[in-house]
């Protein structure tokens, strides 16, 4: 079964700080990737997401990601984080297999981030 | 405002007692999906309709049912309810399978 895997749990980082968050899916076929955001007490948004095409994607609030399809890899990045970007992000995978499609969240990284 | 209803926002409740939560998706949204949130569980996929049918299952345990009816709203069934059950539950829709998804605000279950 395909797993999405972020290996920073927590991720604590001073304001005007770069932020890469790491995902990681194993799946060798055909995928869509998002990454989702979720602001304390609020519902889950989404950042950016890639179907295909340049392999560079950018979303809302200056997030970007970059799938490496040799790597099995689509990290979010932010040159420089604000202290509103606190919040816990999730990355998120669509496999695809014959006429099933299976969608597939990571276990989420929650980002703090000092004044 | 994503455009996706979820009721009640708040319900507080007994053990052994069942509950339901409402969802109505986006105009336009043929697909409808439950997760569960809880601090130790993190989000956990629960089930997935499609213009009515079940599309997939996740982790829903056989106390937990849901449908979604012709008018593509969603209900989620919860019953003999403990003490972990308490978490919340949001619903999400989507216009293609595979596309974005679109989340309610969550119906925040308390079982006491």
């Known amino acids: 079964a395909q797993s999405v895997s972020q290996h920073n749990h927590h991720v604590i980082l001073s304001e005007a700080a770069s932020l890469e968050l790491g995902c990681n899916y194993s799946y060798g076929g055909t995928v869509n990737l998002f990454w989702y955001v979720q602001y304390p007490g609020q519902h889950l948004q989404l950042l950016l997401k890639?179907?295909?095409?340049?392999?560079l994607v950018k979303g809302i609030k200056g997030f970007e990601a970059e799938f490496i399809k040799s790597k099995f890899s689509f990290n979010l990045r932010k040159p420089s984080v604000q202290w509103s970007d606190t919040a816990e992000y999730f990355c998120a995978v669509t496999t695809f297999s014959g006429s099933a499609r299976q969608l597939t969240f990571g276990s989420g990284t929650q980002l703090t981030v000092l004044p | 405002d994503s455009g996706v209803t979820q009721t009640p926002k708040h319900l507080i409740t007994a053990t052994g007692q069942r509950v339901t939560l409402r969802c109505s998706p986006r105009s336009g949204d043929l697909s409808v999906y439950w997760y569960q949130q809880s601090l130790d569980q993190g989000l956990q996929f629960l089930i997935q309709y499609y213009n009515g049918e079940e599309r997939a299952k996740g982790n829903i345990l056989e106390r937990f049912s849901a449908q979604q009816f012709p008018d593509l709203h969603s209900e989620l069934n919860l019953s003999s309810l403990e003490l972990g059950d308490s978490a919340l539950y949001f619903c999400?829709?989507?216009?293609?399978?595979?596309?974005?998804?679109?989340f309610g605000e969550g119906s925040r279950l308390t079982v006491l």
């Open positions: 890639y179907f295909s095409g340049d392999p």
């Open positions: 999400a829709s989507s216009h293609l399978e595979a596309g974005e998804l679109f």
